[in-house]
C-alpha cells in the first residue's frame, strides 16, 4: 500500500486557506473558532498581555500566528507567550517551540489540542502547555519534562492561573470566562 505523500514547511506555505496547520505531514483545517471561543481568546491575551509586557520578559502573540516545529510540523496555538530570547526566532513566523503555548477546547478540535497537539508539542520541548477548557471553565497547566508532562496546576474560577515559565505572571480564571 503507497503511503500519502507528506507536505512540507514549503507546501504550507503555498496552501491558501486560512485556519490550517501542518501536522506529521498533513493539512488539517479547523472551522473558524465560536463568539465564546473569540471572547476567551481575547481575555486571555487582555490579561496576560500588559504583565508580560510590564515584567519585560517577551510578548503575548495570537492566532493565527505560524509556528515552524519542524519541516512536517507547523501549528497556530490559540496563544502563544515568546520569551524576549525567543523572539529573536519569531521573525516573519516562530522557528521552534514557542515559551509557552495555550489553546482553548473546543468541539471541533477537542482531540486534537487534547492527544495529538499535546503530544507535539512534548515531541518539540515547549517547555509549557495551558488547556483552556471552556466547558469545565478550568485552565490546566502541564509542564515539559523529559519523562512527559508534569501538571503545574489545574486552575478553576474563584483562582488565579500561574506559570513556571512566565514568572510573576497572574490569571485570574473567573475573568478569562467571564
Known sequence: MLRPIRK?????????????ELIDGEFLVSPAPTLRHQRILLMLGL????????L???EIVLSPF???????????PDLLFVSTETLKRA???????????IEILSKAHRKRDLVTKKKLYHEFRV???????????????????AEGWKLHGVFGRG????????????????????
Open 127 to 145: 517547555p509549557e502547555y495551558w488547556i483552556v477548557d471552556p466547558e469545565a471553565e478550568t485552565i490546566t497547566i502541564l509542564v515539559w519534562r
Open 66 to 76: 505560524d509556528t515552524v516545529l519542524s519541516v512536517h510540523n507547523v501549528v497556530q
Open 159 to 178: 483562582e488565579a492561573a500561574t506559570s513556571e515559565v512566565m514568572k510573576g505572571v497572574v490569571a485570574p480564571v473567573t475573568e478569562i470566562f467571564e
Open 47 to 54: 490579561i496576560l498581555a500588559p504583565q508580560v509586557k510590564r
Open 56 to 58: 519585560g520578559i517577551g
Open 8 to 20: 512540507t514547511v514549503a507546501d504550507y506555505m503555498a496552501y491558501d486557506e486560512e485556519r490550517v
Open 91 to 101: 521573525d516573519p513566523r516562530l522557528e521552534g517551540p514557542p515559551d509557552v503555548a
